[in-house]
């Protein structure tokens, strides 16, 4: 059904002329359900729902010290394909002062002050500092929230790194705070010294927070301006099998818990049923799989048995994970299946196999977050997209992001 209409149209309309029939059940009839078209339209009309316009990316800033196809500088970063450019990543000194984590890349080659110059190419574009990581300490993020001083001393040492360096804004990615009120304290002093000069303060979250104690999602919300939900990651090495990284749904043959906390739909509906507001969320979408080695090549399902997780790529050099760029570019000639019930692809190729997403599944993921309403989708890592055109189209994965966020 297609309105060409507008609401004033309908509202101008004589009802009596919506249906022709010549008895009076069916005038009545019509009546009544042009009553009802104008509850909904009216419902509708009152309602806002935030555009899901925000491609976030984060650029692992390592990949400019990469050797060969893998080597990702920011210059190859497309300024008009992301909304938001996260440097990953800075840390924090004992005094919860921000450091530099590679001085020659980082400072001496320019990689900070180069990717605050992609804002002259898109002057909408926001690049942000994330801070911390996965291979982050927790204790400079535990003293900063529980110490006034050492908070503003982050805080403030924050807002020289973006007056230096051209930044509008910091990411905090710490994996994972355990209490509430720590969490709490360190964002809402963050948000107090960031707010009067107009810089952003954004997240990157656990996927299903009832798996850590420090998250507040009601008020984390109030003073964020980014939840970026990492949605990937929920299988990996350590089951024995074959298992998807980032699938969007639960599995047809997978456990009832499985289905309700290791998918993408799960995590995000378990942020939006807690307190966050939809469109402050982010879903995340892997540049990546994990891999592995199958215990026999001829049974290459889901669920498959192996005998451990693959080798390292080249590039990325993680034991059981490859970037997309590595997928595309050693593995051209692999099979690839579609999960139809998980929206994810996997390829096998010998007694290599590995979960990961495509075209079609980021398609999907995009498609399910203008569907709920959300931000956006960010992205680890940009600079593992197929950047030299292996599997097709030069950074197929960010254009196809693009052209389904303006759809």
């Avoid at 019930?341 to 599944?361: A, C, Q, R, T």
Wanted: aromatic share 12%.
């Amino acid at each position: 059904m297609c309105f060409k209409a507008s609401l004033r149209d309908i509202l101008t309309t004589n009802p009596d002329k919506i249906y022709t029939g010549s008895s009076s059940f069916q005038l009545q009839t019509g009546k009544m359900i042009f009553k009802v078209i104008i509850l909904v339209l009216a419902f509708f009309a009152g309602k806002s729902f935030a555009a899901t316009d925000k491609v976030i990316c984060y650029y692992a800033s390592w990949g400019a010290t990469r050797e060969g196809n893998g080597k990702f500088v920011p210059e190859d970063i497309d300024a008009n394909l992301c909304t938001h450019v996260n440097y990953a990543f800075v840390g924090l000194n004992d005094d919860c002062t921000l450091a530099v984590l590679d001085e020659e890349n980082d400072i001496n080659q320019g990689g900070l002050k180069r990717v605050s110059a992609l804002k002259e190419i898109n002057p909408n574009l926001k690049v942000l500092l994330s801070v911390g990581g996965a291979t982050a300490g927790a204790g400079a993020f535990e003293s900063a929230g529980n110490d006034p001083a050492k908070l503003d001393a982050m805080a403030q040492s924050a807002i020289e790194f973006f007056e230096t360096y051209g930044y509008d804004g910091l990411d905090v990615d710490w994996e994972y705070p355990q209490d509430k009120a720590t969490f709490n304290k360190l964002l809402s002093g963050l948000k107090a010294a960031f707010e009067p000069k107009g810089y952003l303060l954004t997240v990157a979250v656990n996927s299903i927070p009832g798996e850590v104690g420090g998250y507040d999602i009601p008020e984390m919300t109030k003073v964020l301006d980014l939840i970026n939900v990492m949605t990937y990651d929920f299988h990996a090495m350590w089951g024995g099998f074959t298992a998807e990284n980032s699938p969007l749904y639960g599995g047809d043959n997978e456990s009832d818990w499985q289905r309700e906390n290791r998918n993408a739909d799960a995590a995000i509906r378990y942020w939006l049923d807690g307190g966050a507001e939809a469109e402050k969320v982010a879903i995340g979408i892997a540049f990546y799989g994990h891999s592995f080695i199958l215990s026999d090549p001829n049974k290459h399902g889901l669920n498959d048995q192996t005998v451990g997780p693959g080798e390292p790529g080249p590039y990325t050099v993680n034991l059981g994970s490859l970037g997309y760029n590595e997928i595309c570019e050693f593995h051209s000639n692999g099979t690839v299946v579609f999960m139809d019930d998980m929206k994810v692809p996997y390829l096998y190729e010998g007694d290599f196999w590995i979960g990961y997403d495509n075209e079609e599944s980021v398609t999907a993921k995009v498609q399910y977050a203008k569907e709920k309403n959300l931000a956006g989708v960010f992205i680890w890592s940009i600079e593992t997209d197929d950047m030299h055109e292996f599997c097709g189209e030069k950074n197929a994965l960010l254009k196809t992001i693009n052209k389904e966020i303006k759809n």
